[in-house]
């Protein structure tokens, strides 16, 4: 029974509103991920920090030897204070700032995934002044789209991420004249909770396309880096607790066409996290509305943002009731309308002082928390340390 996985007696203990992980579910996670990889060579798998960077959550996943895919100097620094070894650290985000680059330098991390010209002349400037030679590589818009939601896509032509491919070429002409920087690799990223393994395979016949114009320029390139995206099953997080990284990596490994002694990169974030994390609330009042039944709960859009932000579904369970269950808006404390986590829900009967699990919560969740209405930040707790 779902509840089972829940230690809910310790649960009760912990001032409300928290983040659980269930460690041993992130664990057997990476394991599924290390062992699926490794089937294939070449292939090297990052984790995506914006996901979730809880220091033990990061340190679990350095120990599973995944490399960090880091979008700010900040998850730099957390990846490299977690244990990340600086050669396996990448660093993506159309908006690097001086001291971010030069934390990167600093670092010698692996690689610059740079999104413009501009940015590229500043990297090259900055690693001159420091008598080093910045290893990058473009990314490129792809212009496929992914079946997700609108604000989640990131290949698409109109977005403001990467450089177009008609581009490419030249911005690799441009870094061959640079003295400080080498471009290593070509880069990509087409979106998040993607399920359609169509959209991973629309990207690999891309790349085939693009790694045959730069042959047709005899250009090549050390790495390809595909960026991560694979969703996670919201409405079953206990059936489907672990993604199928199976056909994810199967799919790259018959459509992509490596060249000889390419690697093959990865940046999976929410595939890793989301499962193990649940945001536990209290059910502070039940307030019987004109036409429903509203459980009203002290976690609000501060601790788990993605409701309010993408209409994002959540499953919601009451792990401290057995009662036959009743439909409610599940609805936190802040004062906006948004401010709901699901509407007309089955939850078994709940009443004050009821804790509630709002499942899948590990990616995303944590990490997007704020202190709007002068909230308090949620805190994180490991299975394994309660
Ligand atoms: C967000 C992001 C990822 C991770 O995306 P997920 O959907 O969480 O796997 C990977 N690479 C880049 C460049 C990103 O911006």
């Known amino acids: 029974m779902a509840k089972g996985i829940f230690p809910v007696e310790k649960l009760q203990s912990i001032q409300t509103p928290f983040y659980y992980y269930d460690t041993e579910l992130l664990r057997q996670t990476l394991q599924a991920i290390v062992s699926e990889a490794r089937k294939h060579d070449g292939f090297v798998v990052h984790y995506a920090v914006k996901a979730n960077a809880n220091p033990k959550i990061l340190r679990i996943i350095r120990e599973a030897g995944l490399g960090a895919d880091c979008v700010s100097g900040g998850e730099i620094?957390?990846?490299?204070?977690?244990?990340f070894a600086s050669?396996?650290?990448?660093?993506?985000?159309?908006?690097?700032?001086?001291?971010e680059i030069n934390l990167g330098l600093e670092h010698d991390i692996f690689c610059f995934n740079?999104?413009?010209?501009?940015?590229?002349?500043?990297?090259?400037?900055?690693?001159?002044?420091?008598g080093k030679v910045a290893r990058v590589a473009f990314r490129l818009n792809p212009n496929v789209g992914a079946h997700t939601h609108?604000?989640?896509?990131?290949?698409?032509?109109?977005?403001?991420?990467?450089?177009?491919?008609?581009?490419m070429v030249s911005v690799i002409r441009e870094a061959e004249r640079l003295?400080?920087?080498?471009?290593?690799?070509?880069?990509?990223?087409?979106?998040?909770?993607?399920?359609?393994m169509g959209d991973f395979e629309a990207l690999c016949n891309r790349v085939n396309e693009l790694q045959d114009e730069l042959e047709r320029h005899r250009i090549r390139?050390?790495?390809?880096?595909?960026?991560?995206?694979?969703?996670?099953?919201?409405?079953?997080?206990?059936r489907v607790s672990i993604p199928d990284f199976k056909s994810y990596f199967d799919t790259y490994a018959k459509k992509l066409k490596l060249r000889n002694g390419q690697t093959l990169h990865f940046e999976l974030g929410r595939a890793v996290v989301a499962q193990c994390g649940s945001l536990i609330t209290r059910t502070?009042?039940?307030?019987?509305?004109?036409?429903?039944?509203?459980?009203?709960?002290?976690?609000?859009?501060?601790?788990?943002?993605?409701?309010?932000?993408?209409?994002?579904?959540?499953?919601?369970?009451?792990?401290?009731?057995?009662?036959?269950?009743?439909?409610?808006?599940?609805?936190?404390?802040?004062?906006?309308?948004?401010?709901?986590?699901?509407k007309q829900i089955d939850l078994n009967r709940t009443k004050r002082g009821d804790l509630l699990a709002i499942r899948s919560a590990g990616a995303y969740g944590e990490i997007m928390a704020s202190q709007y209405n002068c909230r308090k930040l949620p805190l994180g707790y490991m299975s394994d340390e309660l």
């Open 77 to 83: 620094e957390a990846s490299v204070k977690a244990g």
């Open 179 to 196: 003295p400080n920087v080498k471009c290593v690799g070509l880069h990509f990223h087409i979106g998040s909770q993607i399920l359609d």
């Open 114 to 130: 740079v999104e413009s010209i501009p940015e590229l002349e500043v990297i090259n400037e900055l690693a001159a002044a420091k």
């Open 150 to 167: 609108a604000n989640i896509t990131t290949g698409l032509a109109e977005n403001k991420f990467g450089i177009a491919m008609r581009d």
């Open 221 to 238: 390139v050390e790495h390809i880096n595909v960026g991560g995206g694979l969703g996670i099953d919201y409405a079953h997080p206990n």
């Open 87 to 99: 050669n396996k650290i990448v660093y993506a985000g159309v908006g690097k700032s001086d001291w």
């Open 284 to 342: 502070l009042y039940i307030k019987e509305g004109a036409t429903k039944k509203f459980a009203i709960v002290d976690a609000g859009f501060t601790d788990l943002i993605r409701p309010a932000l993408y209409q994002a579904y959540h499953k919601i369970e009451n792990i401290t009731s057995e009662e036959p269950t009743e439909a409610y808006d599940v609805v936190g404390p802040i004062c906006e309308s948004t401010d709901v986590f699901a």
